[in-house]
């Protein structure tokens, strides 16, 4: 874990004798750093300073916070770096050079038009009083690299790994693969990667990943915001002795299905064709009134409250705000409509902000679900069943369990039908309009999206248990 105490340096700090620091913050010789985590996505960025000069890694689209530290600081941003080209995540790379004039640099075979300089495998980067190392680390992806950095003293102190070392697992290898490039050709490279690259660095190292547990860009990852380098060797599966061959089947083996959003991620964080964070919610931050909802056409209603016991919009998705929003609307939503946000009052911003994040930029307004059901215009009661209830109405009932795979192996109910949500949009077929059908998950929060998601595809006796799977078989 990051230290929240060190001892100070008169550099950075010159006029006290120790600093206290918040538990994202690092402070080494000759440097400065601090980790900044967004929740809804599992992410890491890292701003890095020394003498007045920094970097951010791996930075979200919504950029202030780090402008806000450059700020605070009195440093200037004059690099920002990737470790690859990202694709759970619309990257800040673009509006940070835009607003700073900062070059962005990434590692060897990394193509795009906005790359100011690609950084050599084992070549040197100048930040004030240190230096940032680039290891070249394909696997996740091929040009993905490791930045590794070095205090004023020359010591190798921290390596910000992105995806293709986390906590407890690795990157998985199946983002990347093209018709010439497998998932396990990819894997054998970041066996390669692994070896060459990260477990010949001292134990003390310590790594600052790209991701924390609930990311879907590894299998399994475990919970924590940093670690050395000898306890991901002696706690890390994929980091124990073994072959090329049983490492190739153990991270290329029992993925799950990636969200559909990753691969538009992708071809996007690769151009230049995409706006600035600020543009967009200038754009989408306009109150819609129910007329001009009624009048559009073909528009996706994203429905972000955490209740929808008084009702819902005929046609609009549910995703609460509280649960992982923006996997579950990457996962189950496309791109390419437009799409109205209705949300709790005081969150409208947050919800067009987490949508952006992941490039759902065509946000045409929001709404707010009081307004709509006062002016008279149609809505769906969604038939919400405590456990018996739910288990009276479900006999004769078409029973579906929309869990994952992993959940479904610690037991399931009688008849249950398994459709994981994730894949529930392309098995609508497997359902009968005609009978009730009955939905349960781990929480009750999974039921109530699918339970919108049928609706809106036109199946009318469909009802949820409020409450998970260990609860019904109580």
């Known amino acids: 874990m990051i230290k929240i105490l060190q001892k100070f340096n008169r550099t950075l700090f010159p ?12 402070l080494g010789k000759g440097f400065y750093q601090q980790q900044i985590f967004t929740g809804c996505l599992a992410e890491y960025a890292y701003y890095i300073e020394s003498n007045k000069e920094a970097i951010i890694i791996d930075p ?45 640099i990434m590692g060897p075979r990394a193509t795009a038009p906005f790359i100011s300089k690609v950084l050599n495998d084992n070549e040197y980067l100048k930040l004030g009083k240190v230096k940032i190392q680039a290891l070249h680390t394909p696997g996740h992806t091929q040009e993905s690299t490791c930045f590794l950095l070095y205090d004023e003293e020359g010591k190798q102190h921290s390596i910000y790994t992105g995806d293709t070392l986390f906590l407890g697992e690795v990157g998985r290898p199946d983002l990347a693969v093209k018709s010439d490039i497998t998932q396990y050709d990819l894997a054998s490279m970041l066996y390669a990667s692994l ?15 790209g991701h924390g547990a609930g990311s879907a860009c590894g ?36 993925l799950p299905k990636p969200p559909q959003y990753f691969f538009y991620n992708a071809g996007l964080n690769k151009t230049n064709q995409f706006q600035d964070l600020n543009l967009i919610l200038k754009k ?18 994203i429905d972000s409250r ?17 649960i992982p929003f923006a996997h579950w609307v990457g996962t189950l939503l496309p791109h390419d409509r437009e799409i109205v946000i209705v949300c709790e009052p005081g969150n ?124 019904i078989i109580k």
């Not at 770096?81 to 619309?90: K, P, V």
């Not at 690259?197 to 990943?209: C, N, S, Y």
């Open 219 to 254: 299998k399994n990852i475990s919970a924590g915001y940093s670690c050395t380098v000898g306890n991901q060797k002696k706690n890390n599966y994929a980091l124990q002795e073994m072959d090329q061959e049983t490492f190739v089947q153990l991270v290329a083996s029992d």
């Open 348 to 471: 409208e911003e947050q919800t067009i902000m987490r949508l952006s994040r992941i490039g759902y930029d065509n946000i045409v307004g929001y709404l707010h679900f009081d307004d709509w059901k006062s002016s008279g215009n149609p809505i769906n009661k969604p038939t919400e069943l405590e456990v018996q209830d739910f288990l009276k109405r479900s006999k004769l009932a078409q029973i579906v369990d929309v869990r994952t795979k992993e959940e479904w192996g610690r037991g399931i109910l009688k008849h249950a039908q398994l459709i994981t949500l994730s894949e529930l949009p392309q098995n609508l077929e497997k359902l009968d309009k005609l009978r009730d059908i009955s939905i349960y998950c781990g929480t009750g929060q999974r039921a109530k999206i699918a339970h919108t998601l049928l609706v809106a595809n036109g199946f009318t006796r469909v009802q949820y248990c409020k409450v998970g799977y260990d609860d």
């Open 60 to 104: 979200l689209r919504d950029i202030q916070p780090y402008l806000n530290i450059a700020k605070e600081r009195g440093a200037k941003i004059k690099y920002v770096l990737l470790t690859h080209f990202h694709a759970d995540f619309i990257a800040g790379h673009l509006s940070l050079q835009r607003e700073t004039d900062a070059q962005i």
């Open 15 to 26: 006029f006290s004798k120790e600093v206290q620091l918040k538990q994202s913050e690092t």
């Open 306 to 322: 955490n209740s929808i016991s008084d009702g819902f919009i005929p046609g609009s998705i549910n995703v609460p705000l509280q």
């Open 195 to 209: 070896k060459q690259k990260i477990l010949g660095l001292p134990d003390d190292v310590i790594v600052f990943p």
């Open 284 to 301: 989408a931050n306009t109150k819609l009134t129910p007329a001009q909802i009624v009048s559009k056409q073909g528009i996706q209603i």
